[in-house]
């Protein structure tokens, strides 16, 4: 079992694509079969927490065969922070599908199937462990995702989904360039993630190779995150994909950058990732303070959504780059956290879509009278996102923050007031949604959520609770793996002051004394 | 001398197949009713690349010199044997309905596409240059007069004049050049020739000879500075005659080149080749990015496509070898693919090839946008397509060899070229149809066709790792032709 879960939970959704395709068009059978399939999938992902133990080596479950000649292997294996992130992935998928129950109407096939191809390649993309492998998974999330744009979207899809697809991929070849350079300097050639390390942590290449590697990882993860000032596609991408294409944009699409900046740009160049830090971090506090502004004049509701995730993914930055085992710890939590609240956001805002057309916030005010759960779901998800104590989101922050301060005053202390914006910026909009009069009459009968929007929004609200009080149980294969990607540093520089601070924080210890 | 066996016949039994099915359609042909659809002479050529591709591989058991040491089978050889013949039965698939369509009631079509076909793989395993040069103009000659094939419009009268005119220009540098290398070396025969050369000092003559072959060839395959001619020549030849010659005969020159190039220990060509495939990359790619016919786009980006397989040979070595005999494979795949979908929805007399006529063809014929989707999608390089892979072989060839402003120019130009290849794409699926373009049921034949190339695109993509070996045999072999050795050993695989 431990050799095939992984092959598994990665290539069900593409195997259920595949019969999707062969299925005649009948819309209700095809939601039906994507909906198991996609729940399939979870199921079988559910297997990896339970089946885990953090003390032992790195990476579970591992399945390396060759695959084209000897070079390239199908490497695929999980750490503690890659597995969560697939929970992520396979526990929103089917909440995807619910919301796009009766939102896509239209060629239901097709957008089923690129939807369940998504998938796979977004769970590659966190197991793989050959970067060629990597690549691969990587590029293969831009094609269906831009489709889902383009062929689903609304007004100015077309500009958006172009936009999406070239930055992406424009940036993504320097990804490709660097990892080509180390396949051919390293002796034997190879693409094996651990071996490459391996070279690269025995000093193996020159100060002024790793500096270009460094930047050309870089620069195809920082497009995704997106950090400022690479974050342009995101708002355009965002209003104008489907409810369900938002929710695994920002949830799971985004992670896959800051993924990338802490698995190889940290994990393979330590040094230099510390070297460089210092304007890392001034970007990402851009990021977080100039997202949240603009959220705060946003007029529309998915624009607001989606420079929240601006600020909120710099915390992720953020926490990667003050090199302390806390503040890491703090991102990888702050990556599912952000994955589950701004996910269920971007579902909420789609509910509301359906119903009135438009994402205007002045459109709406008094919904909490004719729509009393949807507003009760509403203001969970707004809480959690804001950082409040027993919710999920106060977890992650806190921990980045305390990294933060450790690392540097002033980075703690600018970070710190953009938790201080979201709360502005959200709880407005909630006033402006939910509270106050009614102004536009047709609002007064809008229906409230049926049964089956409930049935995706509970799964949220619950882990939205459940990763707020009983973080150690998600946290200690995290700090277990952190620990492992971020060792090498120890390595390279011991008398770095910085290498005492790893030490110093325990986020578990830390997490008990609330 | 000695005497003709019968190894020499199968050593050339690919040939002989594809002359009689060849004669035996053009001896038919006047026997059907005049004006009658040439359907049954279509499968009677299909069956005959066939049997030729059949044939190709019975070779495998049959490497060696045959008919007085001009003609070579060996693993190169019979990788292009499969290869050209598979890209003529495909091309034939797709003509059965266009010539119907377009009211093209001729057999002679056929026959002289598996005339072209015997000069293309003859080229392939040809060793000798006079005998090369014999080839290349049968494949040439059969090419112009397809590119007339449509003979009541003028632009496609034009194309095949140009392409006639030009052409016969470029195989009289290639002869010219075949000359000179006689007056360096007293010989015509690449094993020969690389005796001769051997370790001799760097010589004007044969850099002039190379330098003049290089012009011949570069034609053929539309590498620029010697590609003017190819979009106005796609542009007015029959579609499936496009998807012939734009595949077909390149991998044939391709095929030669490297034999130049590499079996006959030549030097000095490294900078003409890093240029021209500079030029062609930047050339093909911008010019691509403003058309708006979809066969000029995908003309010009054949431009592109020969310069990134010049850069695997400005690599050289194994490698680059390997990389230059996959990405042929590779691209005849996507682009004959490309243009069997361009000539199915281009309608009688070819009225829709703009852009926009394919708007909103994603609904209106899933299987033509699918397809078609792919091939883009290997033309752009993206993974888990044969397009990304070769370019992928191709750019770690080029870096290990330290090529790294080649590497980076051809990178950038496959950034660029994503542009106007997703152009299409978007149209397809993003757009409502402007006009009311109701394209034609897609017949079992054609279908067979795009699933096939589908399928080659998509398996070269993901599994390329036979065909990889394979290339590699072939690469290992070409480079070793200079060797004494392997010329030794070829002669006693011979008895």
Redesign the interface.
């Known amino acids: 079992m431990n050799a095939w879960i992984l092959t598994l939970v990665t290539f069900i959704p593409t195997a259920g694509a595949i019969l999707l395709m062969l299925l005649p068009r009948n819309d209700k059978n095809i939601r039906w079969t994507a909906l198991i399939i996609s729940v399939l999938a979870f199921a079988f992902s559910l297997y990896l927490p339970f089946a885990y133990s953090s003390e032992s080596t790195s990476f579970h479950f591992e399945v390396n065969v060759p695959?084209?000649?000897q070079a390239i292997h199908y490497h695929m294996g999980a750490d503690g922070v890659s597995m969560w992130l697939v929970l992520l992935t396979t526990f929103l998928v089917p909440l995807g599908v619910l919301v796009s129950w009766k939102s896509i109407h239209d060629?239901v096939k097709?957008f089923f199937v690129l939807f369940l191809l998504l998938e796979t390649a977004m769970i590659g993309v966190f197991l793989a462990l050959d970067m060629?492998l990597f690549?691969?998974?990587w590029?293969?999330t831009?094609?269906p995702m831009a489709?889902l744009i383009?062929?689903y979207g609304h007004e100015r899809?077309?500009y958006a989904?172009?936009k999406f697809?070239?930055y992406t991929?424009?940036a993504s070849?320097f990804m490709?360039?660097a990892i080509?350079?180390l396949?051919?300097h390293t002796q034997p050639h190879t693409f094996d993630y651990v071996e490459v390390r391996k070279w690269l942590a025995a000093g193996q290449a020159s100060a002024g190779a790793i500096k270009w590697l460094f930047l050309g990882f870089f620069i195809a993860f920082a497009v995704k995150v997106p950090l400022f000032p690479l974050h342009t596609w995101l708002p355009d991408a965002h209003v104008e994909a489907p409810t369900a294409g938002s929710l695994l944009l920002a949830s799971v699409l985004l992670k896959m950058g800051t993924y990338g900046l802490l698995r190889f740009n940290v994990g393979m160049f330590p040094a230099e990732a510390q070297r460089q830090a210092p304007w890392i971090n001034v970007l990402a506090i851009i990021g977080i303070i100039y997202g949240a502004l603009v959220a705060l004049v946003q007029p529309n509701l998915k624009k607001l959504i989606a420079y929240s995730s601006v600020s909120h993914l710099g915390f992720v930055v953020l926490g990667i780059f003050t090199f302390t085992q806390v503040g890491t710890d703090g991102a990888v939590y702050q990556m599912l956290n952000h994955g589950i609240s701004t996910g269920a956001l971007f579902m909420l805002a789609g509910m509301l879509y359906e119903r009135k057309h438009t994402y205007e916030l002045s459109a709406y005010g008094g919904l909490a009278t004719p729509m009393p759960i949807y507003a009760t779901f509403f203001l969970i998800v707004v809480l959690s996102s804001v950082g409040l104590p027993l919710l999920n989101g106060f977890v992650g922050e806190f921990l980045i923050l305390n990294g933060a301060f450790q690392d540097k005053i002033i980075y703690g202390a600018l970070a710190a007031s953009g938790v201080i914006w979201s709360a502005c910026y959200l709880l407005w909009m909630y006033q402006r949604v939910f509270y106050g009069p009614i102004v536009h009459e047709e609002n007064k009968s809008l229906p409230d959520i049926n049964g089956r929007e409930q049935i995706s929004l509970w799964p949220l609200a619950i882990m939205a609770l459940v990763m707020g009080v009983a973080s150690p149980m998600f946290m200690k294969s995290i700090d277990f793996s952190v620990g492992k990607i971020t060792t090498a540093q120890k390595i390279i520089s011991p008398t770095d002051n910085k290498a005492g601070a790893l030490n110093s924080g325990n986020p578990v210890t830390a997490e008990n004394k609330e | 001398m000695s005497p003709v066996t019968a190894g020499d016949y199968i050593r050339i039994l690919p040939e002989l197949v594809l002359t009689a099915f060849g004669c035996a359609v053009m001896i038919l042909d006047p026997l059907l009713p005049a004006g009658k659809s040439r359907r049954s002479l279509g499968i009677l050529s299909l069956i005959g690349t066939l049997a030729a591709i059949a044939a190709a591989f019975y070779q495998l058991n049959y490497y060696g010199l045959a008919w007085f040491d001009m003609v070579q089978v060996d693993s190169f050889s019979i990788f292009f044997h499969v290869l050209i013949p598979a890209i003529s039965a495909i091309c034939i698939l797709a003509s059965l309905e266009y010539l119907d369509r377009q009211k093209i009631n001729s057999g002679e079509y056929y026959g002289l596409i598996l005339f072209g076909t015997v000069g293309m793989v003859l080229m392939s395993s040809a060793i000798e240059l006079v005998l090369i040069f014999i080839a290349l103009e049968i494949s040439s000659i059969s090419t112009y007069v397809l590119a007339g094939y449509r003979r009541r419009t003028a632009i496609s009268t034009e194309s095949s004049i140009k392409y006639f005119l030009l052409g016969s220009f470029a195989t009289a540098f290639f002869l010219y050049g075949v000359a000179l290398m006689y007056g360096a070396t007293q010989s015509t025969s690449i094993p020969k020739i690389a005796a001769a050369l051997g370790n001799t000092e760097f010589s004007t003559l044969v850099f002039t000879a190379t330098a003049l072959m290089l012009i011949g060839l570069g034609f053929k395959i539309a590498a620029a500075p010697f590609h003017v001619w190819t979009p106005d020549v796609y542009e007015g030849a029959p579609a499936p005659i496009v998807a012939f010659m734009s595949t077909g005969p390149k991998a044939a020159a391709f095929a030669v080149l490297l034999r130049v190039l590499f079996g006959a220990n030549v030097t000095g060509w490294f900078w003409l080749i890093w240029v021209s495939a500079v030029l062609s990359m930047t050339i093909g790619n911008l010019g691509a990015l403003v058309q708006n016919n979809v066969k000029r786009m995908l003309a010009y980006s054949s431009i592109a496509h020969a310069g990134y397989v010049l850069v695997a040979f400005a690599a050289g070595k194994e490698i680059g070898l390997t990389a230059a005999i996959f990405y042929t494979a590779a691209y005849a795949a996507m682009n004959v693919g490309a243009f069997a979908v361009v000539s199915h929805f281009a309608s009688t007399g070819e009225k829709y090839v703009s852009i926009d006529d394919y708007a909103g063809l994603g609904r209106r014929s899933p299987l033509l946008a699918f397809t078609l989707t792919i091939f883009l999608l290997s033309l752009i390089g993206i993974p888990l397509t044969g397009g990304f892979f070769a370019k992928y072989y191709v750019f770690s060839a080029a870096l290990q060899e330290n090529l790294i402003w080649l590497t980076i120019i051809g990178v950038v130009n496959s950034a660029i070229a994503a542009y106007y290849y997703l152009r299409l794409i978007v149209v397809m699926y993003m757009r409502e149809p402007a006009t009311d373009i109701a394209p034609e049921p897609v017949s079992p034949a054609m279908s067979t066709a795009l699933v096939l190339a589908a399928i080659a695109t998509l398996f070269l993509g993901i599994i390329p790792s036979s065909v990889l070996n394979y290339a590699t045999k072939g690469a290992r072999e070409v480079s070793n032709m200079s060797s004494q050795k392997a010329i030794a050993t070829a002669a006693t695989q011979n008895k």
């Open positions: 695959w084209i000649g060629r097709e060629f690549y691969v998974f590029e293969a831009l094609i489709l383009g062929m899809r077309i989904a172009v697809f070239l991929m424009v070849v490709l360039a080509l350079w396949y051919t």
